[in-house]
């Protein structure tokens, strides 16, 4: 089916085209309501690219400011580096020194335990046994030095031990501290380098998005320009469109979310949703009560007004430039082929919907490809 009215839309364009050739001259009250539509749409779109000059220069100075926290942080970057390298070359040192200390207590160790050893095997009373060995009271001088000087070697061994594995120890609490703080450093400049990247890429993501709305901007300005120009010339000189001319006609495009709903109603079936026949819908199903008047969107022609499969009792107008709004699942339609419709003008009336239940079934196709209506019909919230 989705072919065949392909084909349809095809030559409905080809039928609009032969029916402009054979238009009535357009009224005068109608061309001027036609120019203070496009004019008023021009004020809305021209207020639309002052906001957006407005925005930009808003953005500018914020990408001026992203660009300075972005060298911010580069030197944070740089600054944590350093940190790091210093933090390293600590822990080089520190590891060292713990290699130092462990080899000056593995030297001490064979000493320290001979010594205990003898000691173990003189008993607890190994000073006294040396002092009552002597036989006089020069010997007994000669032994008391020996003993004190025993004693204190044996103090300062067994202190010098305790010092020794009290420095591995605080070398080694000392290494992890560095660790630590190494990790942090690291961690740190990671989440500086990852917040700069960040800002580059808001950087250039906002600079297109801005650009590429300001020149659909500009497009959509240009093309409705060109159409109250022709009008306006309309006016100015005082005559109606000839037999063969174009008749007056304002763009679909620069009129984006600026429709009026063809019937009011709720969306009971949003776009892309699939339908009863198991593919994606090209349009939306709203509801409203049987025989409520449908409404045409846009000015344009009615490129076909009949029965089709699929959609009911089915109006297309053609808005030119190969714009379409589709009006299907209708109860009565109320204009015929060939026919010029004007904005709000009824084009039928609401019938059953696919689904079942009372609604009319809207389409849009801007260049013959569908689009979703919601994003062209005026914002409003839904019951």
């Not at 200390?101 to 009373?125: C, F, N, S, W």
């Not at 010339?233 to 063809?262: H, I, N, V």
């Not at 019938?351 to 609604?359: I, V």
Request: with cysteine; glycine share 8%.
């Amino acid at each position: 089916m989705g072919v065949r009215f392909s084909r349809l839309l095809a030559g409905c364009a080809a039928l609009t085209f032969a029916a402009h050739a054979l238009a009535q001259p357009a009224d005068q009250a109608q061309t001027e309501a036609m120019a203070a539509r496009a004019a008023a749409r021009l004020q809305t779109l021209q207020r639309e690219a002052e906001r957006l000059a407005s925005e930009e220069r808003t953005l500018l100075n914020e990408l001026r400011r992203l660009e300075v926290d972005r060298e911010i942080k580069a030197e944070e970057v740089r600054r944590a580096d350093a940190q790091v390298r210093a933090v390293s070359a600590q822990m080089a040192a520190a590891t060292d020194e713990m290699h130092a200390l462990q080899q000056r207590d593995e030297a001490e160790r064979p000493l320290l335990r001979a010594r205990l050893v003898e000691i173990y095997k003189m008993g607890d009373a190994q000073y006294l046994k040396l002092l009552l060995s002597a036989s006089d009271l020069q010997s007994i001088g000669q032994a008391t030095r020996t003993v004190m000087a025993l004693a204190a070697l044996d103090r300062d061994r067994i202190l010098a031990h305790q010092r020794t594995m009290s420095e591995l120890q605080a070398g080694r609490r000392d290494l992890e501290a560095k660790r630590t703080e190494l990790e942090s450093l690291r961690a740190a400049s990671a989440r500086a380098q990852a917040d700069a990247e960040r800002a580059a890429q808001a950087h250039d993501s906002r600079i297109k998005e801005i650009d590429q709305r300001r020149d659909l901007n500009a497009q959509l300005i240009g093309e409705l320009a060109a159409a109250q120009q022709k009008l306006q010339s309309m006016l100015r000189d005082s005559r109606t469109t000839q037999a063969g001319d174009e008749p007056a006609a304002l763009p679909l495009r620069p009129f984006k979310g600026d429709l009026e709903w063809p019937v009011d109603g709720s969306v009971r079936r949003r776009f892309g949703r699939t339908s009863a026949s198991g593919s994606p819908s090209n349009g939306i199903e709203v509801a409203a009560e049987t025989g409520t008047p449908v409404h045409a969107v846009h000015d344009g022609t009615v490129a076909f007004a009949d029965t089709f499969s699929g959609f009911g009792k089915l109006v297309i107008l053609d808005h030119g430039a190969r714009t379409f709004s589709l009006y299907g699942n209708l109860l009565e339609i109320g204009v015929s082929k060939g026919a010029h419709v004007n904005r709000g003008a009824p084009v039928g009336t609401s019938g059953a919907s696919a689904t079942g239940g009372p609604g009319v079934y809207f389409e849009l196709r801007i260049d013959g490809q569908p689009v979703d209506p919601l994003q062209w019909l005026k914002a409003r919230k839904q019951p």
